[in-house]
Each structure stands twice: as structure tokens, then as C-alpha cells.
């Protein structure tokens, strides 16, 4: 995260019996320009806020809709106890931050920033693995192409991958897409290098 974001105009929903820290945290929240929502029943996964703060200590496993290793939002646990279960728990759900309870109005502004910047962390992170599989997916073909370069140019192996990776290059296309055309025959095959 590159710049410190402004909360205003989010929803943020707060998984937790009403007490005096609901009533903290709705107070800071407003006063950051949040709409707040205190519920302490299961979110529907239809209608997700953008941030969720959950109750680690009496929040149980179906709590939050969605897969615990990939979660839809970014989630600030609540947590008044310092039971490794309990914080194995908020690890489990996705939790990004941590604001301890009883709430002071102080910690919720860096807990929303933190929770969003290590969610938005996740996804890219999630978005180079698949990249990166999706490369790893159409090796066969590039290896399949650099094959038919060899044959074609009675040239080796490095030459041949060379020949496809500066064609790749100067059409400004993805090596694997490269592969494919030649592969499939739309390509006609490039000059050895």
C-alpha cells in the first residue's frame, strides 16, 4: 500500500454482541465517515461489507462466509484474550489486524489500514500464483515449439529457445502465446538467431 487510504463511504460490519465496545468502535467508525453495522449472526455471503470485525473470542468457524485461506474482505479481530486458540482462530479466519478489547478509539484507524493493506497483499499475492501457474501450465508448449525450431533450423537447444524468446519479444506478446502459434501453426516459424 502505497498511500495511507481514507475509510470514508465504507461499510464495515462488526461480528460481536452489542456491549460497550460495539458501541466504541460504531462512535469511531462514524467519525471516520464509516457506515457501521453491529450483528452477531452469520453474514450472509451476498451481501458482504468492505471491511468485517469480528469477535475472536466467541466467534465460532461459520461466522464469516467465505474460505478462511482466501478471505472476500479485509477482517479486524477483536480479541480479549490472550488464548493461543483464540488468536490461532482469528489467524484462521483471515484476520489483517488485531485491536484489542476493551477498544480504545485510538487503535481503530491503524487496525483498518493494516487489515486492508495485508488483504490487498493477499490478492496480489494470489494473483502471481496464478500467473505463475498459468506459465507453468503452457511450458509444454513452449518446450514443444523450441522442439520444432530445432528441427525445422537443425539448431540446439538454447539457440532455439533464444530464436522464440526474441520473437516473443519484438511481437510485445507473452512467450507462451508465441509457442502457441507456432505450435498450432499460425505462426509461421521464425529465423534462427
Known amino acids: 500500500m502505497r498511500q495511507t487510504p481514507t475509510f ?10 452489542e456491549d460497550g465496545n ?3 468502535l460504531v462512535r469511531q467508525l462514524r467519525l471516520l465517515g464509516v457506515e457501521a453495522n453491529a450483528q452477531w449472526a452469520p453474514l450472509s455471503p451476498g451481501d458482504l461489507p468492505d471491511i468485517i470485525m469480528v469477535d475472536a473470542d466467541q466467534g465460532w468457524d461459520d461466522l464469516l462466509p467465505f474460505d478462511r485461506q482466501a478471505p472476500l474482505r479485509p477482517v479486524v479481530a477483536l480479541l480479549g484474550s490472550e488464548a493461543p486458540g483464540r488468536i490461532a482462530w482469528a489467524l484462521s479466519q483471515g484476520a ?9 478509539s485510538s487503535a481503530v484507524y491503524p ?12 490478492e496480489e499475492a494470489q494473483d502471481r500464483i496464478r500467473h505463475l501457474e498459468e506459465r507453468s501450465r503452457l511450458r509444454p508448449l513452449v518446450y514443444a515449439a ?7 533450423h537443425a539448431i540446439g537447444e ?9 520473437c516473443a519479444m519484438r ?9 502457441a502459434f507456432i505450435v498450432a501453426g499460425a505462426e509461421p516459424l521464425p529465423e534462427a538467431i
Open 8 to 17: 470514508a463511504g465504507s461499510k464495515v460490519t462488526i461480528l460481536h454482541r
Open 22 to 24: 460495539t458501541e466504541k
Open 96 to 104: 489483517g489486524a488485531i485491536i484489542a478489547k476493551p477498544v480504545a
Open 111 to 122: 487496525a483498518l489500514v493494516m487489515a486492508l493493506s495485508i488483504q490487498q497483499e493477499r
Open 146 to 152: 523450441v522442439e520444432r525450431l530445432m528441427a525445422s
Open 158 to 166: 538454447d539457440q532455439a529457445y533464444r530464436t522464440l524468446r526474441e
Open 171 to 179: 511481437r510485445r506478446l507473452p512467450m507462451e502465446q508465441i509457442a
